[in-house]
C-alpha cells in the first residue's frame, strides 16, 4: 500500500460509536485490515485493528496483538512501544486474551477492511482511549482495565 499517508499524529477525536449493521465500520468496532509495518509502509500484514474514529476519509485505529507484553514491558517500553490490555473478544477466533497499542495511531482505508470482528465493550473502549491520551500527554495510565 504505497498511497499510505502515515500514522496519525496528535490526539484524536475518539469516540465510540459502533454501528454493526451499518456498511461503513465504525469506532468501538474490532474489525481486520492490513497494517503498514512503523519501519517501513510499503511492507505490513493483516492483523485485527480498533477502530477508535475518523480523519477525513480515512478510519483512524489501534493495532491488537494476542502477545502479552506484560511478559517483555521494559523491552517493549524501550522500544517506544506502549499496550493495554483489552481482553478476548470474537476477532480472536482461539478465544485469546488481546492488547492494544496506544502510542501508534493507524489511519486505514474503509473499503479495506473485514468485518469479522465484534463490538469492544463500551468501557473498556473508554480506558483504552484514556491511555491514547495519556500517552500522547506523557501521562501514566492502568495498563490492565480488564
Known sequence: MSD????????????????????????????????????????GKDRPVLLVGRDGGWLLGLQLTSQDHDLDAEQEAA?????????????????????????????????????????LDEQVFAAVTEAVRAVAAGRDYDDDPV
Open 4 to 43: 499510505y499517508p502515515g500514522d496519525f499524529t496528535g490526539t484524536p477525536t475518539m469516540h465510540w460509536a459502533p454501528t454493526p449493521d451499518d456498511p461503513t465500520p465504525s469506532p468501538g468496532e474490532v474489525v481486520w485490515a492490513w497494517v503498514p509495518y512503523e519501519e517501513d509502509h510499503a511492507q
Open 79 to 119: 522500544a517506544g512501544r506502549r499496550w493495554i490490555d483489552i481482553g478476548a473478544g470474537a476477532w480472536d477466533r482461539g478465544g485469546r486474551r488481546s492488547e492494544a497499542r496506544v502510542n501508534r495511531v493507524l489511519r486505514i482505508e474503509p473499503g479495506s477492511v473485514r468485518r469479522d470482528g465484534a463490538v
